[in-house]
């Protein structure tokens, strides 16, 4: 067993790419798991192993087979409608139908809980969850004001109101991400994804509206870290300028922001405030 191998469960969006990038150049041995319509580059010097759904008999038994105790998990990966979605009969033993009877508890809950489970889970089988933030430490920001404007009292206090909207829904597990414009909770995100979120405010916002109003994006309190950790990345910054926002505003050392600079051009070239607290 090599203690420099490492599997990456690696779902859909673009933190699954620059997580597998990062760690080939720390030099660990990568298995990587696409999961699902994977838009992964293949590279030679990664072992890729495509699956339609997660599949986590297929995938204990190759980890197992490999001898494989490092793992990172990165990217969307649906959760399953059906437990059988997670099995193909050949790969079942009696551990991994253990396992499956301790993945119908897992399955219930929002997705902190539910990641949290999972770590449990592979802890007690002996495995090392990698968060991606260890892989990668430049992906997240220190607390500071990332833009050349700043943001205005009256938006320092709609930030001020979606950070402590934000810690309610966090304690209740439902999202990491509060739009809030003139002291006015205007979406919560929940199961749809932040950009689905974002695209619900573009609705609700005319176009002849005062631009103003923050996304704050933020890890949830009982959240792992390791995993499912919140993400922005140009089209972030795509959605908050049709949604006619004023700026964004992050959580620092624990928000990952993919294509730093091109974040930064977007902001700047639309006049945005982006600030870490």
């Not at 067993?1 to 080939?24: F, V, Y």
């Not at 999961?35 to 986590?56: R, T």
């Not at 002996?126 to 220190?142: F, H, M, Q």
């Amino acid at each position: 067993m090599s203690k420099n191998q490492l599997a990456i469960i690696a779902g859909g969006g673009s933190l699954s790419t620059a997580i597998i990038e990062s760690a080939r150049k720390e030099g660990w041995e990568i298995t990587v798991f696409a999961i699902g319509a994977s838009n992964i580059a293949k590279d030679p010097s990664i072992k890729f192993i495509e699956m339609n759904k997660l599949n986590i008999g297929r995938i204990f038994k190759i980890l197992k087979s490999k001898k494989i105790k490092n793992i990172c998990m990165v990217g969307y990966i649906p959760r399953p409608s059906n437990i059988r979605d997670y099995f193909h009969f050949q790969y079942l033993n009696l551990e991994i139908i253990g396992i499956l009877f301790k993945s119908i508890g897992i399955l219930r809950g929002g997705d902190a809980s539910l990641f949290k489970k999972i770590n449990s889970l592979l802890e007690r089988k002996g495995y090392n969850v990698i968060g991606a933030s260890e892989i990668a430490p430049d992906l997240t920001l220190k607390e500071g004001i990332y833009s050349s404007k700043g943001a205005s009292k009256a938006e320092l206090e709609n930030i001020k109101k979606a950070k402590q909207c934000a810690e309610i829904t966090g304690l209740l597990d439902i999202g990491q991400a509060v739009v809030v414009k003139n002291l006015r909770v205007l979406a919560i995100e929940a199961a749809e994804g932040t950009d689905s979120m974002l695209d619900r405010v573009a609705i609700l916002v005319e176009k002849n509206t005062k631009r103003g109003g923050v996304l704050l994006k933020s890890a949830q309190i009982n959240q792992d870290e390791r995993v499912d950790m919140p993400t922005i990345g140009p089209n972030t910054i795509e959605k908050i300028i049709k949604a006619n926002l004023s700026g964004i505003a992050i959580t620092a050392d624990n928000v990952i922001v993919l294509d730093f600079q091109r974040v930064i051009e977007m902001i700047e070239d639309s006049n945005l405030y982006f600030i870490v607290i």
